[in-house]
């Protein structure tokens, strides 16, 4: 018997009345997929594609025209499905002059939980986040990304089974973002499933398993991520110290093949991102662990 999907979306249309007479648009229209248990999952696509509709739908915010969405096999409409589901918005709002740990342990309190289970909790996801050392100050001086950090803490404070999160990284810089994206392979390895929308293409890619891609309500393209992103026609040598009468060699050995082409040769690229971060975080670490001298002078005083 196979095992339940995380999430199951089957032929979901959602239509808006729109205004000033426009008569009715179609936001979501005939989307269909699922989501494995123990899966990364990025919906993608531009703004206003239809990504946060399919999301809302599935989270009971928004009802389907027509269609239907589950999460682990309870139809989404019923109250009882969220309970193993953490949602994390693309702009959360939080009180400003709670610290993270009252932020954590208010939205406990909303789930239920209570004296022991809530303060082990809070302390378990404070760390998860790497909140610990501003657990006391006020949200009103986190950074954009520490805010969506213990955004992702109260999502997790009841320790569900189905995270969503829209536009996790949406505002946050590099670093902060690569916090994130670690965080959300953290819960891979954990059995956390997850369910992301974004439009920025190469976090997605970093973080997800499988992919569906939605333009103007329609799911284009949807699967595994290795498959999609994969050039069927070609095929990738990668050398280290290969010399120029080796490489001439292979390019010979290549043309004097029926029907193959060599394309070109040259030295794989790194992204900005990555370059970035070796030239911040690196360093900086390096720095850290980097002997401190405090005088060289009378050594043997």
């Known amino acids: 018997m ?23 648009i179609r936001a979501v229209d005939g989307v269909t997929f699922e989501i494995a248990p123990g899966e990364v999952y990025g919906l993608i696509g531009p703004n206003g594609s239809g990504k ?28 009882d499905s969220r309970r193993d589901v953490g949602f994390l918005p693309e702009n959360p709002y939080f009180y400003k002059h709670l610290s993270g740990e009252e932020t954590v342990r208010f939205y406990g309190k909303l789930c239920g939980m209570r004296g ?30 520490m805010l969506q950090r213990i955004g992702l803490a109260q999502a997790m404070v009841q320790d569900p089974r189905l995270l969503i999160l829209d536009e996790p990284t949406a505002g946050v810089d590099p670093i902060g973002s690569r916090q994130i994206r670690d965080l959300i392979l953290t819960l891979k390895k954990r059995g956390f499933t997850v369910f992301l929308c974004s439009h920025l293409l190469e976090q997605v890619q970093e973080v997800c398993d499988r992919v569906g891609i939605i333009h103007q309500g329609v799911l ?16 990738e040598i990668v050398l280290r110290n290969a010399t120029p009468s080796l490489l001439e060699k292979i390019r010979n050995l290549a043309e004097n093949e029926e029907g193959v082409e060599f394309v070109h040769t040259g030295h794989p690229r790194t992204t900005l991102e990555r370059l970035f971060l070796r030239e911040t975080v690196q360093k900086d670490s390096q720095e850290d662990h980097a002997p401190v001298v405090v005088s060289t002078d009378n050594e043997n005083s």
Do not use: H, N, W
Request: hydrophobic share 35%; proline share 2%; aromatic share 4%.
């Open 2 to 24: 196979s095992e339940t999907p995380a999430v199951q979306i089957s032929s979901l249309v959602k239509d808006f009345r729109g205004s000033f007479g426009r008569g009715i």
């Open 52 to 79: 946060s509709t399919t999301m809302k739908a599935l989270l009971g915010l928004v009802a389907p025209t027509s269609g239907k969405c589950a999460i682990f096999g309870k139809d989404s409409t019923k109250v």
């Open 116 to 145: 022991a289970e809530l303060r082990k909790r809070t302390e378990e996801v404070l760390d998860l986040v790497d909140l610990q050392a501003a657990r006391r100050r006020r949200l009103g001086g986190y950074s954009k990304g």
């Open 220 to 235: 284009v393209k949807e699967g595994r991520l290795d498959d999609l992103i994969s050039i069927e026609d070609q095929t």
